[in-house]
């Protein structure tokens, strides 16, 4: 569990990072930043709505299949969310005005989301709603997951997109950070897991079940 909730509290570290840099959100995180900037709501609280949605959209696809135990997955999006205004709030200081020092911050920030995919991962309890919504999508078609979270992303980014145009007609948070992010962070975690993976389990006594 403290595994678990580290690794959501340093996910959350990183898409404050990634909005500090000001150069574009995660894929996942678009459509609740958006709405946050269009409806001056906070940025956690909109993305505690935004998954608690996943999770709704996850029992409409899986209907009989889907286990209760699934809307557990709404604690997590308020817990998530909670963070999320919480790292922002660490975060408070002005956006850099140097262009190279906010590609540096969109970069760490790419790093710090791929060890927190991976801490919580490793913990093997809960999926965040966004994950779970993927795993139902599979579940139910039997696509390929890597397939499943490319059409996620692209869905998600133009309906961002799209609801940013409608609203204020401007794109809000859509920039070359998140093309950075969508390409980048699953790489990162590719690299990480080699080297940290059995330092994690160490560190937290976990094992794998044969």
Not at 5 to 31: E, M, Q, R, Y
Not at 96 to 101: G, H, L, S, T, V
Not at 123 to 148: D, F, R
Request: hydrophobic share 60%; net charge positive.
């Amino acid at each position: 569990m403290l595994l678990y909730l580290l690794g959501n509290f340093v996910l959350a570290f990183g898409v404050a990072v990634a909005v500090k840099s000001d150069l574009g959100i995660t894929p996942v995180n678009s459509i609740a930043f958006a709405a946050s900037r269009i409806f001056s709501v906070d940025h956690g609280l909109m993305t505690a709505m935004v998954y608690c949605g996943y999770v709704l959209i996850q029992f409409a696809i899986l209907r009989k299949e889907f286990h209760l135990s699934g809307f557990l997955q709404i604690a997590v999006a308020m817990l998530f969310g909670l963070f999320v205004s919480l790292c922002n709030h660490i975060l408070s200081f002005p956006v850099p005005e140097a262009y190279w020092i906010r590609i540096l911050l969109m970069l760490a920030s790419v790093v710090i989301i791929a060890l927190g995919i991976l801490l919580y991962l490793r913990a093997n309890l809960l999926p965040q709603p966004a994950e779970g919504l993927m795993l139902a999508i599979q579940k139910k078609t039997g696509w390929k997951l890597h397939n499943i979270k490319f059409l996620f992303d692209f869905t998600v980014v133009a309906a961002a997109a799209a609801l940013s145009l409608v609203t204020v007609q401007r794109i809000i948070g859509i920039r070359e950070g998140t093309l950075i992010a969508m390409l980048g962070v699953g790489k990162v975690m590719g690299f990480l897991s080699g080297p940290l993976g059995q330092k994690i389990d160490t560190l937290f006594r976990l094992h794998d079940e044969e």
